[in-house]
C-alpha cells in the first residue's frame, strides 16, 4: 500500500502560480511512473502530467505544456507541479496518482494508475 498526499492548493487569480506537492508514504515509489490528474466542476477527471520513475521521459496536456512543470525527487518520495500563468481553467481538483512499472512511457488514461491521492483543490479567478 501507498499513501498520496496532495499539498499546495488554494485561490489565485489568472496569471498567478502555484506548486503542488505530492508526498509519498509506506512504498518506495522510485520504480512508479507518477503523474497529476485533475478533475474540473462538473467534468471527467483528465490527464494533466506525468513522469516516469527516472524522468527519463515526461508528458503533458495540450493545455498544460507551455506553462506546466512536473517534477519529483525519489529520495524524498515527493512529486511536484510548479503551475504558471493560471487561467480560470485551470480549475479542478487536483490529484496525485503512481503506477507500479518501471517503463519508458507514461499512461494517460486514469485507469492505467494503482494508487490515488485524496485531491487538492486549485481556484483560480478572472
Known amino acids: 500500500q501507498v499513501q498520496l498526499v496532495e499539498s499546495g492548493g488554494g485561490l489565485v487569480q489568472a496569471g498567478d502560480s502555484l506548486r503542488l506537492s505530492c508526498a509519498a508514504s509506506?512504498?518506495?515509489?522510485?520504480?512508479?511512473?507518477m503523474a497529476w490528474f485533475r478533475q474540473p466542476p462538473g467534468k471527467e477527471r483528465e490527464f494533466v502530467a506525468g513522469?516516469?520513475?527516472?524522468?527519463?521521459?515526461?508528458d503533458y496536456a495540450d493545455a498544460v505544456r507551455a506553462r506546466f512543470t512536473i517534477s519529483r525527487d525519489n529520495p524524498k518520495s515527493m512529486m511536484y507541479l510548479q503551475m504558471n500563468s493560471l487561467t480560470p481553467e485551470d480549475t479542478a481538483v487536483y490529484y496525485c496518482?503512481?503506477?507500479?512499472?518501471?517503463?519508458?512511457?507514461?499512461?494517460?488514461?486514469?485507469?492505467?494508475?494503482?494508487?490515488w491521492g485524496q485531491g487538492t483543490q486549485v481556484t483560480v479567478s478572472a
Open positions: 509506506g512504498r518506495a515509489v522510485s520504480i512508479a511512473t
Open positions: 513522469i516516469t520513475w527516472n524522468a527519463g521521459r515526461v
Open positions: 496518482t503512481v503506477r507500479w512499472k518501471q517503463e519508458s512511457t507514461v499512461p494517460l488514461h486514469a485507469n492505467e494508475y494503482d494508487y
